[in-house]
């Protein structure tokens, strides 16, 4: 090996944590920062690349909270050129801190704007139901928590399993969710102890939330339905889920390009593909997703979604994004694993 070689190798392996894969080639290079699981985003970096050989598509599977604080951390030099998926609070505090490269696509005016950003920042691609998911193997259907207070029931203590809620943005959605459903603040994180009381383990991150959840190291979780369905009908894990009888938080899922990032003429051309009309109703067959997008027509849809009996929560989507950040600072200094202590006021 010489040195050249050598020195190329150390820097990919000093970089592992910082990319998906390091390349050496002469390809043009893009850095993709997306929740959206490896089997999506494998398939998407496969049919672009076939259609561009000399671009180099790289991704980093990751919380979208935690896409957000790395393009933070970044913003000096940034190293991804888009940002796709996450809740679209995060998006819009990315958008004020002037992160985000404003990008206005073919398909914008089907998206209202409660679902988009100011000036073209952001816009939203799915809309995404949070659930409380089960173990099949371990539950019958009828024995699942109904609602969302169900979870607080001694019955379910040490058998709850949590994805740890700082660094995503799906359990930072229904934690602020929960808040926000309580006469005031101080109830709300009554609420968020009373969980904790009985949550087994929160996980690092997803896959071990699903590896966990299928093991029966615990009975029932919170997440998000499309997720579910894909670990239960493409992975075959023994999972099913609830919709809350009141009602559940729907979170808007959004894209973003990444101000200054690396070769933003080809992350736009990226964005094109994985949002154009054929990606969003194949996302929709093959991915679950439930599109954001009102022109795309129904029958396009599979079955399962244009039947959806979705009870939407109201959510103070601007009380929740502006508090959020405090209320899971406060989480974790005083209630992960201290609900008990913290409801007898100890």
Not at 28 to 36: A, F, K, W
């Amino acid at each position: 090996m010489t040195n050249r070689q050598y020195f190329s190798f150390a820097i990919c392996i000093l970089l592992i944590p910082v990319f998906a894969s390091c390349s050496t080639d002469d390809r043009t290079r893009i850095l993709v920062y997306s929740p959206h699981g490896k089997e999506m985003l494998s398939m998407y970096e496969k049919a672009y690349e076939e259609q561009h050989p000399d671009v180099d598509v790289q991704w980093i599977d990751m919380g979208g909270q935690d896409a957000y604080d790395r393009i933070r951390t970044e913003a000096m030099n940034p190293q991804a050129s888009l940002w796709w998926g996450g809740a679209g609070g995060a998006f819009s505090h990315a958008a004020d801190e002037d992160l985000l490269e404003p990008y206005t696509p073919s398909w914008a005016n089907s998206v209202g704007n409660a679902s988009r950003g100011a000036n073209d920042t952001w816009f939203g691609t799915y809309l995404t139901p949070e659930v409380i998911a089960y173990n099949t193997d371990a539950l019958d259907s009828t024995d699942v928590p109904h609602d969302w207070d169900e979870l607080l029931d001694d019955k379910w203590n040490d058998r709850l399993l949590i994805r740890y809620p700082m660094a995503s943005s799906t359990m930072r959605t229904i934690y602020g969710s929960m808040i926000l459903r309580q006469p005031s603040e101080d109830e709300g994180y009554r609420w968020l102890a009373g969980l904790d009381r009985n949550v087994k383990t929160y996980t690092a991150d997803p896959t071990q939330l699903y590896i966990r959840l299928a093991r029966g190291e615990g009975d029932v979780t919170l997440w998000n339905l499309t997720d579910i369905f894909i670990q239960s009908v493409i992975n075959g894990y023994p999972f099913g889920f609830k919709i809350p009888e009141s009602g559940t938080p729907i979170l808007t899922d959004g894209i973003a390009l990444v101000k200054g990032g690396p070769n933003l003429d080809v992350a736009r051309s990226f964005y094109d593909m994985v949002t154009s009309d054929t990606a969003i109703v194949s996302q929709a067959h093959r991915f679950y997703r439930i599109p954001v997008r009102t022109d795309i027509d129904k029958s396009r849809l599979p079955d399962w979604m244009t039947d959806l009996d979705l009870r939407e929560m109201p959510v103070d989507w601007d009380s929740l994004d502006a508090e959020i950040p405090r209320w899971m600072q406060y989480w974790d200094e005083h209630i992960k694993g201290r609900g008990e202590d913290y409801l007898m006021g100890n």
